[in-house]
């Protein structure tokens, strides 16, 4: 299936692909059988949202290989215009379907992103659950732009096939434009908050909360503070746009453009700072993470607090694909049981992260 042949529907003046998940998995193999490197991007209320007020953000998401409906509220967008995806491929489900595809094709991925040490821990967790997954390296999303160079370096070093980055919207699309040919990989993901949820950082919504649309609640919840903006003021504003398109109004209000070169693949770009601390050698398990010393700190953009769960179980949920999925297409890969540490802790935190 090339790129012309993808159904698409068109939101904000962004396509979507329109893939069942098997069409969709398919659609990536083939992206890697082009020996071209593709972005693909998980595609949401608030990534649409930003590319309605970002116009550079939106030529980003526009030079992406694919873009994929995440969450309910591009579901109901789609139905404003009497459309349909035939399923909601939320990027926190879908992502395991991608690394059990590169599992089973012997792909190697790298994970890049979130605070020190969540990414190996993740990555330990899922080498353990995917057999035949091979993680070759792992790096946090904390880091200077002088630092940028020798992570695209190492990354190319370690014969990645795959690079998932989790450094939040719109900071993780474009590095993965720029820098994916450099890495030499063929397939860039950017994953939001992922490894996160799947180390315990922060607590999944119980299923049935998924079922009904309602994850986003459960965010704003836990993390009123990050994400009261996002939701409570992203989310109508989303659906007005949403609904005065499907009416054949203007979609968009744009606001001043974000100084982003319009160089392509392989060039640099500031990256968001923040620690660069060691991270300890693990060997087995098809996980072989080379070890990184500390090269000094720098300050990180943005602080906040992040809400730990309490006493949570990892049966509390399980982290299936949605229902509009055939059962027998699900993959039983539930998050790891988030850390009970009492109080929340304040740590370095990404720039409006995806999930």
Sequence with gaps: MSASDVPTIRLLGVDLARLETQEALGKIEDLYGSGEPSLIAFTNAHT???????PTYKKTLGRAALRLNDGKGVMIAAWFQGKRFPHDLNGNFFTPRILSLAAERGWSVYFL???????????????????????VGVRDGYFSPAEEGSIVERIRSSGADVVLAGLGNPL??????????????????????????????????????NLLGLEWLHRLVLEPRRMWRRYVLGNPRFLYRAAREALGGRATRVRGPIDEPETGIGSAIPQET????????ETGNNLAIPQEKAAGSVVPQERGKRSKAR??????????????????????????????EGSSSEEAEHVQRTR
């Design 172 to 209: 993780q699309e474009r590095w993965l434009l720029r820098h994916l040919a450099g890495t030499g990989a063929r397939i860039g993901v950017g994953v939001g908050a992922f490894f996160d949820f799947q180390a315990g950082e922060v607590e999944r919504a119980p299923y049935w909360m």
């Design 311 to 340: 006493g949570a179980s990892a049966s509390s949920h399980s982290d299936l694909p949605r229902r509009e999925q055939p059962m027998a297409e699900q993959i039983d890969l539930a998050p790891a049981a988030p850390k009970d």
């Design 274 to 281: 923040g620690n660069n601390l060691a991270i300890p050698q």
């Design 48 to 54: 649409l949202n930003l590319a309605a007020e970002q």
């Design 113 to 135: 992103g979130a605070a020190p040490g969540v990414a190996e821990v993740a990555a330990g967790r899922l080498v353990r659950l995917l057999p035949g997954l091979k993680v």
